[in-house]
């Protein structure tokens, strides 16, 4: 079955700490990815996609994810966090043009 | 340009009522969704329509569920009758076309089945 998968359930980092959270698809077809965003308070909203092309994909807010289709993952990566990115996180797997999968997201807080 | 809109925002309904949402999506967008995100999970595709028909419902318990998107516009979502196990917030969503476009998604409905 198509699913999406994310491993870190909830993570805590200080300032300028490094973040990569973990993302995993299952095989079923075209898959397009992508990672969205919720901040406190607010609506989900897009960070980046990919479709094809480069696997590594740049977002907003100094965002980066890469695709390894060897390993059907797409880590979201950013080298410095601030306080400002605490927010839940989620990856999403589009199949073949149509059925949407979301994960279960991962919450980053960011320790000033 | 204006956001998805979606009310109410809140609903408190005992089990067995009947509830319904109310979507109106970003102007000219094609595709609209809707989402039900309980408690600790991500957000899981209930209905997908493309203009007024529907793409995918595969995941709608059609037996209590219903939605609607007549005109192609604004959209319904209803539960009837609700079961605890509704409670959840109801994400709309929609997007230029279906195939791979950014999902703008609303605030979403937070409902409570007592």
């Known amino acids: 079955a198509q699913s999406v998968s994310q491993h870190n359930h909830h993570v805590i980092l200080s300032e300028a700490a490094s973040l990569e959270l973990g993302c995993n698809y299952s095989?079923?077809?075209?898959?397009?990815l992508f990672w969205y965003v919720q901040y406190p308070g607010q609506h989900l909203q897009l960070l980046l996609k990919?479709?094809?092309?480069?696997?590594l994909v740049k977002g907003i807010k100094g965002f980066e994810a890469e695709f390894i289709k060897s390993k059907f993952s797409f880590n979201l990566r950013k080298p410095s966090v601030q306080w400002s990115d605490t927010a839940e996180y989620f990856c999403?797997?589009?199949?073949?043009?149509?059925?949407?999968?979301f994960g279960s997201g991962t919450k980053l807080n960011v320790k000033p | 340009e204006a956001g998805v809109a979606q009310s109410p925002r809140y609903k408190i309904i005992e089990k067995r009522q009947s509830v319904a949402f109310w979507c109106n999506p970003i102007s000219g967008h094609a595709t609209l969704y809707w989402y039900q995100q309980i408690l600790g999970q991500g957000p899981k595709l209930l209905i997908q329509?493309?203009?007024?028909?529907?793409?995918?419902d595969s995941q709608l318990p059609k037996d209590r569920f219903s939605a609607e998107r007549l005109k192609g516009v604004d959209s319904t979502l209803k539960i009837q009758p609700a079961k605890l196990e509704d409670s959840a917030v109801y994400l709309c969503?929609?997007?230029?076309?279906?195939?791979?476009?950014?999902?703008?998604f609303g605030p979403g409905t937070r409902l409570l089945v007592l």
């Open positions: 969503a929609s997007s230029s076309r279906t195939g791979g476009e950014t999902q703008y």
């Open positions: 329509f493309q203009n007024n028909g529907v793409v995918d």
């Open positions: 095989y079923g077809g075209t898959v397009n």
């Open positions: 999403a797997a589009q199949y073949n043009f149509n059925k949407f999968y």
């Open positions: 990919y479709f094809s092309g480069d696997p």
